[in-house]
């Protein structure tokens, strides 16, 4: 039943509990993605702090990639340009390329890493030709940042058979490792150290989706902002009828 006051607005029971349903639900939500943006800049953080730390010695023995995880290491060893793969559709400043993926064998040891050496533009007339790769004879010392894998696209229709030279969309460490019979790092380093290879190592920063917890959670609150407003405005409309 209607209650009708004196400022001309109406009270209705139902209109009301739908609009504290709507008012809690959005709160709820809104607080939840708060608190998942604060959880995220609070790991935003410690990645900073981790990667400002000297960079850990990569050696042979096998590592957990969540343990080192968004560390620099420094890694001492030798290209296998052998299996030197191209993830494609990377694209830089504008322009199509690829990212350049290559093992590089630990030194004194058979224990390989997968380094992502840089970006290099793409043949634009011939896209299934491959770019001239300059690649360091011998052994080298490098430094970069570990992570569980370079990054997953959408992928449209089957993919390459993996092998020496293949242009990918995706890339998986285990599966290099069965196809290529390597004991690898069951990560990948994104190279940081300058080399005369002509590659461009400005690497994306590693997306937390901070922005977008802030966001949903704006749209939550804003939604049970409507529901109050929803509610207060319709009452007046209908004291007036």
Not at 100 to 122: E, F, H, K, Q
Not at 134 to 150: F, I, N, Y
């Amino acid at each position: 039943m209607p209650i009708h006051l004196r400022s001309g607005w109406t009270f209705r029971l139902v209109p009301f509990i739908a609009a504290v349903l709507l008012t809690v639900l959005g709160i709820a939500l809104g607080q939840w993605q708060t608190r998942r943006g604060d959880e995220k800049q609070a790991i935003a953080v410690e990645l900073a702090r981790q990667q400002a730390q000297p960079p850990v010695e990569l050696g042979p023995a096998l590592q957990a990639a969540a343990r080192l995880a968004y560390r620099r290491v420094r890694v001492r060893g030798t290209f296998d340009p052998r299996w030197a793969l191209y993830l494609d559709n990377r694209p830089y400043d504008g322009a199509a390329g690829f990212y350049v993926m290559m093992p590089l064998r630990i030194a004194d040891s058979d224990t390989y890493v997968l380094i992502a050496r840089g970006w290099t533009p793409r043949n634009s007339a011939d896209r299934s030709k491959l770019p001239a790769l300059k690649t360091p004879a011998g052994e080298v010392v490098l430094e970069g940042d570990v992570r569980v894998g370079p990054g997953r696209l959408m992928q449209l229709g089957r993919q390459t058979p993996l092998q020496p030279g293949a242009i990918l969309q995706n890339l998986e460490v285990a599966d290099l490792a069965a196809a290529s019979k390597l004991t690898l790092q069951p990560f990948i380093v994104e190279q940081r150290s300058a080399m005369d290879d002509g590659l461009t190592r400005d690497w994306p920063a590693p997306s937390l989706g901070i922005a977008m917890h802030r966001g949903y959670a704006f749209q939550w609150y804003a939604l049970s902002a409507m529901a109050v407003l929803f509610f207060v405005f319709t009452g007046f409309r209908r004291g007036k009828n």
